[in-house]
């Protein structure tokens, strides 16, 4: 699912990325959140770094499943 237009670009240039953690191999990801929703930052010798996110930084729509299951739970 891709929420609008910013994060449309932002995963054409791969600074969003929606994969599974345990998929990541070019990098670390540096928080533990359940999501599959991901900021990719700039490489240091040859590794990524990864920030899980919760919601879209440009329209704000909530994206990790994490949440989705907070949301079923209610
Ligand atoms: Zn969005």
Known sequence: M???EGMENAMNY???VK???Y???DGRVLNDIETEYFIRSGEE???F???GINFCPFCGKPLSR???FA???K
């Open 66 to 68: 994490g949440l989705w």
């Open 19 to 21: 994969t599974e953690k």
């Open 45 to 47: 010798s040859g590794v």
């Open 23 to 25: 998929k990541v191999r």
């Open 71 to 73: 949301e079923k739970k």
């Open 2 to 4: 891709i929420c609008c």
């Open 49 to 51: 770094n990864y920030v």
């Open 14 to 16: 791969e600074i969003m």
